[in-house]
């Protein structure tokens, strides 16, 4: 059934199964923002921004829809699924929830007729795809690099303490590197942190709310200010630090471990009789605090560690850094969360077609004319005119032109782009805007848009070696071109338009809120 599908979103999951180039992270937060990612147009429209060919199908009979090439997403049972597999006799599906068989007649009753099917070809690729790669191959890196680097220290303690040669200790060190994981699994379960592992754990038996009621009840904090599973992760990793450096002090962790039973049996009675719920997770750490004073008792380390001064500092320190840090920094981590959350949710609402509609109508309007430049991209009779107010050695509207030929690119027939060059009465900049509308007067919209697009990228840095590759003598640009900057400076004037870039929406200055790419979520 394919890997990589678990816990992901639906479209995810098409591109895993369509095996489709793209990043983990950058595919999810495109997911995550589009307005309308719960239903097939917005799902075909990320598809386009992929650059792979899509089209929604309304079968005539449902029941057709065995017959559709997978992969592909079928409505089924008042939902959407990723269709990767149909046999004689039954139809594989992916949805957010995992994957599923379903037998082939009830996959036909329960389908709308509503289809859509993607074919990738070899321009299908996430957005700039490689510079996101090598940031989740960085982000992997120093993941990865740590847990090693914790490993190798762990195993060069071992090795150079001896370790390896009393059992007790390396049943001990096995034990605490358990509770290591099972925390931290604890702690991301209680900052809402998706986790496969705490999942199954969790589900172990089929409660209600799995570990949640446990962990969200007013007993999951000491003096409702510090969580059992921040202090239970500093102990385990404290219990391992000292085994493992200091394995002479192992006695004043047995001490601790048989202290910290008292909180066993006091954790064990409230799931029981106050929550009336099991943690799995909290089960499996109490079982471990019990399986550590077994192993300290029978491997003879449960004796009276000897009072010396120094030792005790070395213990408190030990025990006190590890746990002080990850009280610190959780706050931290659980505020990244938390904002990524708000700001999914913000954007979820901030793309809402009716939002944008409202916050444009409240914006200055100003008088627009498609007659008005000669200066035109995309389908002058489209609904959506933009208008754009540029200068050409304008570093700001340097980078949001690849924008527009973004938003060219995917709107299609469905806009129009004009342009209006501002320049500022420098001598340099009217013959640059002569140029680029020359272009467009002479060679037409494509070549003009190609040669745009080099000369916002490179071109206007090299002013002169840009005319002579394009022909054009700067000391005497054609009537046509020098009148058409005109009307420009004309229509910018009647506007009171100084600024560049100044964009518009069918004359509304654009919002603050929005940029120009965030424009073809509603085209």
């Excluded at 202290?259 to 929550?275: D, E, I, K, M, P």
């Amino acid at each position: 059934m394919g890997r990589g599908k678990t816990n992901e979103n639906l479209f995810s999951i098409l591109l895993n199964t369509l095996g489709v180039r793209h990043t983990r992270k950058f595919t999810r937060e495109t997911y995550a923002r589009h307005p309308n990612k719960y239903n097939m147009l917005g799902l075909s429209k990320m598809l386009s921004d992929y650059a792979i060919p899509n089209e929604g199908v309304m079968l005539g009979d449902p029941a057709d829809v065995a017959l559709v090439e997978p992969p592909f997403i079928a409505q089924f049972s008042g939902d959407m699924y990723v269709v990767d597999k149909i046999t004689d006799s039954e139809a594989h599906l992916w949805g957010t929830g995992g994957g599923v068989k379903v037998p082939l007649d009830k996959f036909k009753e329960g389908c709308t007729g509503a289809v859509l099917v993607a074919e990738p070809d070899e321009h299908s690729i996430e957005p700039g795809f490689r510079a996101n790669r090598r940031r989740e191959l960085f982000e992997r890196f120093v993941t990865w690099g740590l847990i090693a680097a914790a490993l190798a220290a762990v195993a060069w303690g071992v090795v150079a303490n001896e370790i390896y040669l009393h059992p007790g200790l390396l049943v001990g060190l096995a034990l605490n590197l358990v509770g290591v994981y099972v925390c931290l699994l604890l702690v991301l379960r209680q900052v809402h942190f998706s986790s496969r592992a705490a999942e199954v754990i969790c589900s172990m038996f089929n409660t209600r709310r799995g570990c949640n009621n446990v962990l969200e009840s007013p007993a999951a904090k000491l003096f409702g200010l510090v969580g059992w599973s921040e202090l239970g992760l500093g102990y385990f990793i404290s219990n391992t630090l000292l085994l493992v450096f200091a394995p002479w002090l192992v006695p004043w962790s047995a001490l601790l471990g048989t202290c910290a039973l008292g909180y066993t049996l006091w954790s064990v009675w409230y799931q029981r009789f106050v929550a009336g719920e099991w943690c799995p997770l909290c089960l499996i750490i109490q079982s471990l605090f019990v399986a550590l004073f077994v192993c300290w008792l029978l491997s003879g380390f449960l004796v009276w560690p000897v009072l010396a001064a120094a030792d005790f500092v070395t213990v408190a320190l030990i025990y006190a850094v590890p746990t002080l840090a990850i009280l610190a920094l959780l706050p931290i981590v659980t505020r990244s969360l938390i904002v990524d959350n708000i700001t999914y949710d913000l954007n979820h609402i901030r793309m809402s077609e009716d939002v944008f509609g409202a916050l444009l109508a409240k914006q200055p309007a100003y008088e627009v004319d498609r007659e008005a430049s000669a200066v035109v991209f995309g389908n002058p009779q489209a609904e959506t005119l933009i208008t754009v107010v540029s200068n050409p050695h304008c570093n700001p509207c340097s980078r949001i032109h690849p924008k527009i030929d973004n938003l060219l690119h995917h709107a299609g027939e469905r806009v129009c782009v004009q342009f209006f060059f501002l320049n500022f009465d420098k001598d340099e900049t009217r013959e640059s805007g002569k140029f680029l509308i020359s272009t467009c007067i002479d060679r037409g919209a494509a070549a003009a848009q190609e040669l745009f697009a080099d000369w916002f990228d490179k071109g206007r840095n090299a002013t002169e070696e840009t005319y002579r590759e394009y022909g054009f003598d700067p000391a005497s640009p054609s009537a046509a071109a020098s009148k058409e900057q005109q009307r420009h400076l004309d229509w910018c004037d009647r506007n009171k338009i100084a600024a560049t870039p100044t964009i518009l929406v069918n004359g509304y200055r654009l919002p603050a809120e929005y940029a120009i790419d965030d424009l073809s979520n509603w085209m």
